[in-house]
């Protein structure tokens, strides 16, 4: 079974991803040059330097689009660890405990498909940062 963690989390880390493997590709590129394989080399370089910009650039999107999705994300206070963490839909799990988090009763899970990370507990957000009218 796979410990999922939150959207946010998860968007992160494909960010993160995509950001080491374009690296890797550009450094691995540059031993076309750096070990002298002649014509060959540099047309590998230049292969690997740009799917390897490319990969950097879908990442700079990626974590673009992850911030833009946590500044519109519900803040509320996690029920099992007590920290304040960020939920994207009707259900997403804890930044730092994993405890699926949902807002609706409809979508609470069951007892036969709930994992390790615990109940899913529903909860109202805490809605204290938003403008109130005089």
């Given at each position: 079974?796979?410990?999922?963690?939150?959207k946010?989390?998860?968007?992160r880390?494909?960010?993160?991803?995509?950001?080491?493997g374009?690296?890797?590709?550009?450094?691995?590129g540059?031993a076309?040059?750096?070990?002298?394989?002649?014509k060959?080399?540099?047309?590998?370089?230049?292969?690997?330097?740009i799917?390897?910009?490319?990969?950097?650039?879908?990442?700079?999107?990626?974590?673009?689009?992850?911030?833009?999705?946590?500044?519109s994300a519900?803040?509320?206070d996690?029920?099992?660890?007590?920290?304040?963490?960020?939920?994207?839909?009707?259900?997403?799990?804890?930044?730092?405990?994993?405890?699926?988090?949902?807002v609706?009763?409809?979508?609470?899970p069951?007892?036969?498909?709930?994992?390790?990370?615990?109940?899913a507990v529903?909860?109202?957000?805490?809605r204290?940062?938003?403008?109130?009218?005089?």
């Open positions: 079974m796979r410990f999922r963690s939150s946010v989390n998860e968007f880390l494909w960010g993160l991803a995509l950001t080491m374009g690296m890797l590709l550009m450094i691995i540059l076309g040059i750096v070990f002298d394989w002649g060959a080399g540099r047309i590998i370089a230049v292969i690997f330097m799917i390897g910009m490319v990969s950097m650039l879908v990442s700079m999107g990626i974590y673009f689009w992850a911030g833009m999705l946590s500044t519900i803040a509320l996690c029920p099992e660890c007590g920290r304040r963490t960020k939920m994207l839909g009707k259900t997403d799990r804890c930044m730092f405990c994993k405890t699926i988090l949902t609706d009763p409809q979508f609470q069951t007892a036969e498909n709930e994992t390790a990370a615990g109940q529903p909860i109202e957000p805490n204290d940062h938003e403008h109130k009218p005089h």
